[in-house]
């Protein structure tokens, strides 16, 4: 069982940045992928980013590359990833998800494990 916790969310304006956290708990994390996905009122959970807890190789959504960053704390330490968001549109506004999986990619489909969610909001 794995068990994510979110936290970061908040309002700011356009082009201010955000640095959301996800504190990752439970059995063999570090063999798993990390997502972040977020969804919009009205619209479908869509991918944001991704990252290989082991190795660290990481997936962007078209709209967020070089404006977005996932990382996971390197010392293991701290067992937390974190997007980092730089740039910010009002139409990044949405509710952000981690989420973990063996599988992992790009769809919903891949994650077992949610967050609850932590909302952005990004005023014009």
């Known amino acids: 069982q794995i068990q994510l916790v979110e936290s970061g969310g908040g309002l700011v304006q356009a082009g201010g940045s955000l640095r959301l956290s996800c504190a990752v708990s439970g059995r063999s994390f570090r063999a798993y992928a990390m997502g972040w996905f977020r969804q919009a009122p009205g619209k479908e959970r869509e991918f944001v980013a991704a990252?290989?807890?082991?190795?660290?190789?990481?997936?962007?959504q078209d709209s967020v590359k070089g404006r977005f960053t996932i990382s996971r704390d390197r010392d293991n330490a701290k067992n937390t990833v974190y997007l980092q968001m730089n740039s910010l549109r009002p139409e990044d506004t949405a509710v952000y998800y981690c989420?973990?999986?063996?599988?992992?990619?790009?769809?919903?489909?891949?994650?077992?494990?949610w967050g609850q969610g932590t909302q952005v909001t990004v005023s014009s």
């Open positions: 989420a973990a999986d063996v599988v992992g990619g790009v769809s919903t489909t891949g994650y077992d494990y």
């Open positions: 990252i290989r807890w082991r190795g660290g190789d990481t997936y962007y």
